[in-house]
Nanobody
Framework: QVQLVESGGGLVQPGGSLRLSCAAS????????LAWYRQAPGKERELVAH???????NYADSVKGRFTISRDNAKNTLFLQMNSLKPEDTAVYYC??????????????WGQGMQVTVSS
């Protein structure tokens, strides 16, 4: 029903930057959580950063000071600016939008996932 389309992934050298985008086909208006996750092979999917109700932003300790999560409500797009990238950041990145619809049904949508590879 609602699609999240991710873009911006790819290969980058250590110390470089990437900006991930997650464009939603629907509005963020009813969302209570906008988030980025990542998963490396053989590892659990982990929360990288999120924006929750009230505009509160949290980051995983491993990315604090390097990553910035932001949103453009007018374009229904979520961003993740990744700077000073490290090989340890290599993973598939997923965006997630969670909320409650007008009929009070909760929704939970995920992007398709994008590979981010940090390597020299």
């Amino acid at each position: 029903q609602v699609q999240l389309v991710e873009s911006g992934g790819g290969l980058v050298q250590p110390g470089g930057s990437l900006r991930l985008s997650c464009a939603a086909s629907g509005s963020f208006d009813s969302a209570f959580a906008l988030a980025w996750y990542r998963q490396a092979p053989g590892k659990e999917r982990e929360l990288v950063a999120h924006i929750i109700t009230g505009g509160i932003i949290n980051y995983a300790d491993s990315v604090k000071g390097r990553f910035t999560i932001s949103r453009d409500n007018a374009k229904n797009t979520l961003f993740l600016q990744m700077n000073s990238l490290k090989p340890e950041d290599t993973a598939v990145y997923y965006c997630r939008v969670s909320g409650r619809a007008a009929d009070f049904r909760e929704y939970d949508y995920w992007g398709q996932g994008m590979q981010v590879t940090v390597s020299s």
